[in-house]
């Protein structure tokens, strides 16, 4: 009995130790697949809003991701007006507007096509489609483009700090 | 100290250090199969062959291969296929028995599921059999991230995005997983890990659970016929070979399985020296490109069934239902709640109807996957999509009205 008694404190004694190693090794091995502080570091990307023209999209590259840059036409401008979740995810500068988002379907992330006979956008992927303000037109997708965090510097744009106007559009639920 | 005496051969030494005269008799001769079986029963062997070739293959692939987002394309499509002798051998079985064996895979489960070889003790090598389906369908995943072209990068952007979980939001594990916001240089670097080192131990730890969970309730027949091994393996063993019921593993199973292993092996390679451009994407020979999506993204041939199911809905119905479709064939022990253990056909009109309809709606989903998803393709997907999960909510009402045969 002393005997088996003892063992079984040993056994519980090598648990304890054997538990505190086992989370330990699991925070290491979780914190080891992070994201490296190289990358998180990764730049911000600035972008000159007056060289872009009308109703032609380009696509910009922010932390290895696609960004949309859409100056609005006066067409595209008139359809956003009429629809209120469309003119809100606008960007208004110089008093011109610009949908600038990121450019991955909200599905799972393919590049959908600009379709410039239409104005608005094909993911091949799943088959979603997004209007010109980057709103979702037809599912899968869930949203519209997610936009990225900005602030706005006179003319020009700043993709990754997080703005006055940007925070706003969060905070309504516009993006993520 | 364990007594040991002079040995009278090299058998005799190993024997007394090793038993390798009764692990031979446990492991092959003495090891039952039913007689009453078909070609089908040779499944397993050939699935043990096509995993042999990936290991060899991947073996000389590794050598060469370059695990950087600057380097692997070029290892692979200048080095390996230009450079190396034989290089592309090794590419080109690699690449065909990683769709192959999918194939095989199918085949074998289907084989199971007609002749109720899941049921009655045999639940164990199921699941486990299941398990090595998810193991290689990961396996399938990781390696096809390596090569680093468009399908490489964006199937994985896509697939890693599944992690988020839809509504749920989940960007940071989705960020954790690839180590960057997009897949780079730490995706490329755990994936080739995953693929090359922790998933293949995996696959061989449950291979061996496989074969261990078949070893009591032994392989099943034609007939679902419940064997008493002990009466029909002495029965054999006393000289009555004909009138016994079973038969060795080795020599006298072995003989037929590698019979038609041979078969295999010559379509196998006929595929890997004449055809093998089922298997190698043309998408896949441009470099990955984080800012150009191709036409059209779709899985390998195997993968498009599920695929199929995710498509048609929203993100998070999809999500679920592409969940459910994934886990739902584990459960088929369960779910089956019918006494009878015999082939399909023979299980009343029901369950033959599922059986059928299961089969040909996994190839309906798996055509329309790999169409774009446009007109009468989507509204197909969806009805085949719907179709499939009715089915398997309808699996345990139709086998418990099953009368016992």
């Given amino acids: 009995m002393k005997n088996s008694s003892r063992r079984g404190f040993m056994g519980k004694a090598f648990g304890a130790v054997a538990a505190v190693g086992a989370v330990g090794s699991l925070v290491a091995m979780k914190k080891t697949w992070d994201p490296l502080p190289s990358v998180k570091a990764a730049g911000f990307t600035t972008l000159d809003m007056s060289i872009y023209e009308e109703g032609v999209m380009v696509t910009e590259k922010w932390r290895g991701k696609p960004i949309f840059v859409l100056k609005q036409s006066a067409k595209m401008l008139e359809t956003a007006k009429e629809n209120p979740k469309d003119i809100e995810r606008l960007i208004e500068i110089a008093g011109e507007h610009y949908m600038v988002c990121i450019g991955l379907c909200t599905h799972l992330g393919c590049i959908p096509a600009f379709r410039p006979d239409s104005n608005d956008f094909k993911c091949a992927c799943h088959g979603g489609e997004f209007d010109a303000s980057g709103m979702v037109q037809m599912v899968p997708p869930p949203r519209g483009f997610d936009i990225p965090p900005f602030t706005v510097d006179g003319s020009k744009l700043v993709l990754g700090e997080a703005g006055p106007v940007w925070q706003a559009m969060k905070d309504s639920g516009i993006t993520l | ?405």
């Fill in chain 2, 1 to 405: 100290m364990a007594h040991f005496t002079k040995a009278t051969s090299v058998k005799d030494w190993l024997d007394q250090r090793l038993a390798v005269t009764k692990l031979e008799k446990v492991m092959m001769s003495e090891y039952w199969i039913p007689k009453n079986i078909n070609f089908l029963w040779a499944m397993g062997m050939i699935l043990v062959v096509t995993f042999a070739l990936l290991v060899v293959s991947g073996i000389f692939l590794l050598m060469y291969y370059v695990p950087t987002t600057a380097e692997a394309f070029n290892s692979v499509n200048y080095t390996i296929m230009k450079e190396v002798d034989f290089g592309w051998l090794w590419r080109h079985v690699h690449g065909v028995a990683a769709s192959v064996v999918f194939l095989i895979i199918y085949i074998h489960m289907f084989t199971g599921i007609y002749y109720g070889s899941y049921k009655k003790g045999r639940e164990l090598i199921w699941i486990s059999g299941m398990l090595l389906f998810v193991a290689f369908s990961a396996e399938a995943f990781s390696g096809y991230m390596l090569p680093w072209g468009q399908m490489s990068y964006w199937a994985g952007m896509v697939i890693t995005n599944l992690f988020s979980g839809g509504s749920l939001h989940a960007d940071g594990l989705v960020e954790w997983i690839r180590g960057d916001y997009v897949p780079a240089q730490a995706f490329l670097g755990r994936f080739f890990m995953l693929h090359v080192l922790l998933i293949p131990l995996a696959i061989m730890g449950l291979i061996g659970l496989h074969f261990g969970a078949l070893r009591i309730p032994h392989v099943n027949n034609q007939d679902g016929e419940e064997i008493d091994f002990d009466v029909e393996s002495k029965k054999y063993l006393d000289g009555d070979k004909a009138g016994s019921k079973v038969m060795r593993f080795a020599n006298d199973f072995m003989s037929k399985d590698m019979m038609v292993v041979g078969f295999f092996l010559i379509f196998f390679f006929y595929l890997v020296f004449w055809n093998y451009g089922f298997a190698m994407d043309p998408v896949n020979f441009d470099p990955a490109d984080g800012l150009k999506t191709p036409a059209h993204i779709y899985p390998e041939w195997y993968f498009l069934w599920s695929y199929e199911i995710l498509r048609p809905f929203n993100i998070d119905l999809g999500l679920i239902l592409f969940a459910f479709a994934q886990v739902i064939f584990v459960l088929l022990p369960f779910l089956d709640r019918s006494p009878n253990t015999c082939a399909a056909n023979r299980r009343g009109p029901l369950f033959a109807i599922w059986f059928w309809l299961m089969l040909s709606n996994m190839i309906v989903l798996t055509s329309m996957g790999k169409l774009p998803p446009e007109g009468i393709f989507s509204t197909i997907g969806l009805v085949a999509a719907v179709l499939f999960v009715v089915q398997w909510l309808a699996l345990p009402i139709i086998t418990s009205m099953e009368k016992k045969v």
